[in-house]
């Protein structure tokens, strides 16, 4: 067992857990973040993906004992029901979601994507950016769809590529 | 030994880091990004007593250029090769093919030192590598030693590095002002693939023309290790890279490579594969010569 202490969304976090404990299970289960979901658990499909400082990290692969001192980001800290983030209300919109389980993992993508671009995303951009999340239901073109739409929200001075 | 009962170190430098991997009272493995790690621990294949975590040790996360070469230290993720302007313009071959490993999360994760040390024959960055002549150093607590990498790797997943050692600096040599260099990858998907084949080159050529004088091609997932296509390179230099002279050169790989069959695809296929993707690269490689 070991003590860990780092941030997550916002508020200071001490877990007790052993520390070969990957860090999705430590949100899930010792916070109750349970937001970000496991599929594959080997780093294919992102639906585990949260932030680390402002990088995009499957958390399925990452051991409690590495993030000491991190600051992490879940699906919860992009935006909740009552204070959603325009990349929720744009997947809303579009409809880019249907079963559910990859679209955390693809918020926390598409988040971490448009706050490193100052401009409206093309779709093979949004493809490349996306290429770790699969989603089995939907297919994708609502999903990128979401993106471009929310970019085009978050700043309607952007210039389309 | 169970998952639960693993313990972890993360030492605060790299002499910290040598003084654990020499305590040898328990078994240890090392862990950076753990995009191989984490996977070989949940199939129960790498079962260490210990993890000694290096994800944090800044002082080998950088890339710069001296004298001797470009250095990269063996932390430098994917994310940061794609990023790096010395890189690009001193190193095309390694951004493209570091840019085509996994996804956004798993370049943000890997490592190029893990890249090595996990000693996959499918490792994209790897070839990269191998046309730019790089030298893995390996410290340990009472020597360091530099190793080509035509040295380094024994077999697939099999490399020279000792259980004390650790890879502490790649050296790579910067491309010359008429090198140009090119990376193609047939794998099952875009994103996210183990290659099938992938192909390097890195080729200098003379200045208004398609003439060749000197360049190095390496093939990867073909052989037990990567493997430099020796005939090929040879016949670079016989006539300038037209349309025909890459055919044949194509000819000569499809004989030179040596893959297997596996579950990802057969031997003769594979063959067939080296063959397009050099002819491909070849051809894409000249047009942006042309366009530069």
């Known amino acids: 067992m070991k003590n860990i202490r780092f941030h997550v969304n916002g508020k200071e976090s001490n877990v007790q857990c052993p520390p070969a404990k990957t860090l999705l299970d430590v949100l899930r289960e010792d916070l109750e973040l349970i937001g970000s979901k496991e599929c594959c658990g080997k780093g294919e499909c992102g639906s585990c993906s949260v932030m680390i400082g402002d990088e995009v990290i499957c958390s399925c692969l990452v051991l409690a004992g590495q993030i000491e001192n991190e600051t992490i980001i879940t699906v919860e800290g992009v935006g909740l029901r009552e204070n959603m983030d325009i990349v929720q209300e744009a997947f809303i919109n579009e409809g880019a979601t249907q079963c559910g389980y990859c679209t955390p993992g693809i918020i926390v993508a598409a988040k971490s994507f448009l706050n490193s671009i100052e401009h409206v995303p093309t779709t093979d951009e949004v493809k490349t950016a996306l290429g770790g999340n699969l989603c089995r239901c939907t297919g994708y073109q609502k999903i990128i769809k979401a993106v471009q739409t929310a970019a085009k929200i978050q700043n309607p001075f952007y210039a389309v590529k | ?292």
């Open chain 2, 1 to 292: 030994m169970k998952v639960s009962e693993m313990e972890m170190i993360s030492p605060t430098s790299v002499h910290e880091c040598l003084h654990a991997l020499t305590d040898q009272q328990k078994s240890s493995r090392l862990i950076a990004g753990g995009t191989d790690a984490v996977v070989r621990m949940k199939d129960r294949n790498w079962m260490p007593d210990i993890w000694i975590n290096i994800k944090g040790l800044k002082e080998l996360r950088y890339i710069r250029e001296d004298a001797s070469g470009l250095h990269i230290g063996p932390l430098t993720t994917h994310t940061d090769i794609v990023k790096s302007e010395l890189l690009q313009s001193k190193a095309d071959v390694l951004t493209f093919a570091a840019k085509e490993v996994g996804a956004t999360q798993m370049q943000n994760m890997g490592t190029l030192g893990g890249n090595l040390g996990t000693a996959s024959p499918a490792g994209d960055t790897i070839p990269a590598l191998y046309v730019l002549d790089a030298h893995i150093q390996l410290s340990s607590l009472h020597q360091i030693r530099s190793v080509p990498i035509k040295d380094f790797f024994i077999g697939p997943g099999k490399t020279v590095i000792k259980p004390d050692e650790m890879i502490s600096d790649i050296v790579i040599r910067p491309q010359e002002k008429n090198e140009i260099g090119i990376f193609e990858k047939l794998g099952p998907r875009k994103a996210q693939s183990i290659s099938i084949v992938n192909f390097t080159a890195s080729l200098k050529i003379k200045a208004q023309t398609r003439q060749c004088i000197g360049g190095k091609l390496a093939f990867g997932s073909v052989a037990p290790t990567i493997i430099r296509a020796k005939k090929c390179e040879s016949m670079l230099l016989l006539d300038p890279l037209d349309e025909h002279m890459i055919q044949n050169i194509a000819k000569v790989a499809w004989k030179e490579v040596a893959p297997i069959s596996d579950i990802r695809a057969s031997a003769n296929y594979r063959k067939d594969m080296a063959s397009a993707l050099l002819e491909r690269g070849l051809y894409r490689l000249m047009k942006r010569w042309e366009n530069k």
